[in-house]
């Protein structure tokens, strides 16, 4: 029995971590993309390139992270959970586009011009849109793949 113990709480014990981590640089991300309508012109291409770091290092690590160690969770417990949160990996795709052409037209601006700034507006709207929908399907594969499995977890440990 104690071995269970300690085997659980080596498999899901650091998975919490790691995802309170993956939350804390999503929240980051916010911050940073709410902050640039009061960005002055002269920091507008250094703080762009931050945040275009900060976004490709938020997806890679949802991708190669965060996501696989939720569905190993999800595929341990064999509860239906793993089925139900492959649904949502199609709908997470297209926010990763949105996110990948974002960085790909705004990562190097360099000295922007009027129309480049008002077009950066524009896209900063629909990479926002996006952002809210991926969060949103986020919280859910945290939600079946984590967060409904804690209490075995708990019990395990």
């Not at 029995?1 to 659980?8: N, P, Q, R, S, Y």
């Not at 793993?82 to 949502?88: D, R």
């Not at 190097?108 to 480049?116: D, K, R």
Request: proline share 3%; glycine share 4%; charged share 30%.
């Amino acid at each position: 029995m104690l071995e269970k113990c300690k085997t659980a709480r080596e498999r899901w014990g650091g998975v919490s971590e790691i995802i309170d981590g993956w939350l804390e640089q999503r929240q980051k991300l916010i911050s940073q993309f709410v902050s640039f309508p009061s960005i002055e012109i002269s920091l507008l291409e250094d703080r762009l390139s931050a945040f275009c770091t900060d976004l490709m290092d938020y997806l890679s690590s949802g991708h190669f992270e965060v996501y696989e160690q939720l569905l190993r969770e999800g595929s341990e417990f064999n509860d239906g959970s793993l089925e139900e949160a492959q649904k949502l990996f199609p709908l997470i795709q297209p926010t990763t586009d949105a996110a990948l052409d974002f960085n790909d037209d705004y990562a190097t601006l360099n000295s922007p011009t009027v129309q480049q700034i008002r077009e950066l507006t524009f896209q900063l709207s629909k990479l926002g849109e996006s952002l809210e929908e991926r969060f949103s399907l986020e919280d859910r594969l945290i939600e079946i793949l984590h967060t409904a499995h804690r209490d075995q977890v708990l019990e395990e440990v």
